[in-house]
């Protein structure tokens, strides 16, 4: 069974950066793209960004384009995602996900379309 465990969320000021691991358990990484979404209270889930297998591709929300950045490390099982120049606007639960369906990354912004997601970690950006 896969799992997925997601650490580094916290409280932060405006401007200031975070860095959000997901470590994948129970099936190899290396087969899955991983993603990362967001929700904040009374919204839906929203897409974040998303790495391709190897790490060679990635794409990203507009929202976030520029200032987060996601990698993996797949030796170690692990997806990250560093968050640079956050805005209160940036305050959610932010989740890992995971999907070992073959399809462009770019096609897959929409919650249903990951298998396998972790419990969410607080990020909370104070202005």
């Known amino acids: 069974q896969v799992q997925l465990v997601e650490s580094g969320g916290g409280l932060v000021q405006a401007g200031g950066s975070l860095r959000l691991s997901c470590v994948v358990s129970?099936?190899?990484?290396?087969?899955?793209?991983m993603g990362w979404f967001r929700q904040a209270p009374g919204k839906e889930r929203e897409f974040v960004t998303d790495?391709?297998?190897?790490?060679?591709?990635?794409y990203y929300a507009d929202s976030v384009k520029g200032r987060f950045t996601i990698s993996r490390d797949n030796a170690k099982n692990t997806a990250y995602l560093e968050m640079n120049s956050l805005k209160p606007e940036d305050t959610a639960v932010y989740y890992c996900?995971?999907?070992?369906?073959?399809?462009?990354?770019?096609?897959?912004?929409?919650?249903?379309?990951?298998?396998?997601w972790g419990q969410g970690t607080q990020v909370t950006v104070s202005s």
């Open positions: 996900a995971a999907s070992g369906r073959v399809r462009f990354i770019a096609t897959m912004i929409s919650p249903l379309d990951y298998e396998y």
């Open positions: 790495i391709s297998w190897a790490g060679a591709n990635t």
């Open positions: 129970g099936r190899t990484a290396s087969s899955l793209v």
